[in-house]
């Protein structure tokens, strides 16, 4: 069963920092396109970072480049996603998703983890 | 980056009823675009994908149709399981781009 679980939100200050787990079974992480997507309160799906197949390439958001780090451990299988410089607005549930494997392009994301929420705030 | 625009933003419907929700994107997709559906404290689900392509385990009461930059999302007869917010998701370009969401609310 392909799954994903999401672990490492809470509270933090603005302006630390905070590392995001996403531990994949079922699949291996090595061989399809990552994602982080997060959803801030009330508000939509916002699409962060993508860490493509080669584990080298890697896209992120205006509003957190230079600020995120998405990274993956294909011995522990697990997505990571380093978020430091944290602003209010960073306040969200993030989600780790599964892409597209390499020569079979769909364009969606699947599975979605259950997601894990952050919250950022004095 | 492309922008997506749903309408409405949310319907309400009656179990039975035929739902349709629309998609614009500001350039055109070259058919790449996805629908999800998001119940809260749940993961969002992939609906459609390549803008006609029903993800497997999906119902058949779920399809999607369009092209260039107009899509649509349609429920042909909507199941009290079908109450959730859908969004639009283009996947011809980064940064991946999301529409703002259309609720779908038991009238």
């Known amino acids: 069963q392909v799954q994903l679980v999401e672990s490492g939100g809470g509270v933090v200050q603005p302006g630390r920092s905070l590392r995001l787990s996403c531990a994949a079974s079922g699949f291996s992480i090595s061989t399809y396109d990552m994602h982080w997507v997060r959803q801030a309160p009330g508000k939509g799906l916002e699409w962060v970072a993508i860490i493509w197949v080669d584990g080298n390439n890697k896209y992120y958001a205006d509003s957190v480049k230079g600020r995120f780090t998405i990274s993956r451990d294909t011995s522990k299988n697990t997505l990571y996603l380093q978020m430091n410089s944290l602003r209010d607005e960073d306040t969200a549930v993030y989600y780790c998703?599964?892409?597209?494997?390499?020569?079979?392009?769909?364009?969606?994301?699947?599975?979605w983890g259950q997601g894990t929420l952050v919250t950022v705030s004095s | 980056d492309i922008q997506m625009t749903q309408s409405p933003s949310s319907v309400s419907a009656s179990v039975g009823d035929r739902v349709t929700i629309s998609c614009r994107a500001s350039?055109?997709?070259?058919?790449?675009l996805a629908w999800y559906q998001h119940k809260p404290g749940e993961a969002p689900k992939l609906l459609i994908y390549a803008t006609s392509s029903l993800q497997s385990g999906v119902p058949s009461r779920f399809s999607g149709s369009g092209s260039g930059t107009d899509f649509t999302l349609t429920i042909s007869s909507l199941q009290p399981e079908d109450f959730a917010t859908y969004y639009c998701q283009q996947a011809n370009s980064f940064p991946r781009t999301f529409g703002q969401g259309t609720k779908v609310e038991i009238k």
């Open positions: 350039q055109g997709l070259n058919n790449w």
């Open positions: 998703a599964k892409g597209d494997r390499v020569g079979a392009p769909t364009g969606g994301f699947d599975p």
